[in-house]
């Protein structure tokens, strides 16, 4: 096992290594440090907003509009029961509501409150700027074929099977 290898071994799954060169990063090395740098962030602008990362997730999907319980549960990756759990919480807060689906008795939606939309309009704007932080050293065009391969990447999973629904 060569000394890349044995440094994210040790460091164990997601997490992001010291000393791993530009040279010898491979992209799964590369995305999975990426991705533990925008989980810290996500996590940080989250409790500055007094959230957890779990409930200003729900409330950036609920920014695109009402959903479904059952597309929810999916998009999270939960039972419904576990997302029931989660809604208890964000309805005790005032930031979203449980309602009927008009024609089918059996169905709920959930949409955001005003005090809801406030808050994911609020969090979604910080976690945006502090993100793009990550990118504000890149050129323009380096920006760009960033922007447009993670765009790629994106699309791709959405249409195969790794895709979730959000």
């Known amino acids: 096992m060569d000394e890349t290898a044995q440094a994210m071994v040790a460091a164990g799954p997601g997490c992001v290594t010291d000393g791993v060169h530009d040279a010898e990063m491979d992209v799964a090395t590369g995305l999975v440090q990426l991705t533990g740098l925008v989980q810290g962030i996500y996590t940080r602008v989250?409790?500055?907003?007094?959230?957890?990362?779990?409930?200003?997730?729900?409330?950036?999907?609920?920014?695109?509009?009402?959903?479904?319980?059952?597309?929810l549960a999916r998009c999270f990756g939960v039972e419904k029961a576990a997302l029931t759990g989660l809604m208890n919480r964000a309805e005790r807060r005032g930031?979203?509501?449980?309602?009927?689906?008009?024609?089918?008795?059996?169905?709920?939606?959930?949409?955001?409150?005003?005090?809801?939309?406030?808050?994911?309009?609020?969090?979604?704007?910080?976690?945006?700027?502090?993100?793009?932080?990550?990118?504000?050293q890149l050129t323009p065009h380096d920006r760009e074929l960033f922007r447009g391969m993670t765009a790629e990447i994106i699309a791709r999973c959405r249409t195969s099977s790794l895709s979730d629904t959000c």
């Open 46 to 71: 989250s409790e500055r907003h007094d959230l957890t990362p779990v409930q200003a997730r729900l409330l950036c999907v609920l920014l695109g509009g009402p959903r479904g319980m059952a597309e």
């Open 95 to 136: 930031l979203a509501q449980r309602s009927s689906v008009p024609g089918d008795r059996r169905a709920v939606q959930v949409t955001l409150t005003d005090a809801g939309r406030q808050a994911a309009i609020a969090f979604h704007a910080e976690v945006s700027a502090e993100l793009g932080h990550l990118t504000s």
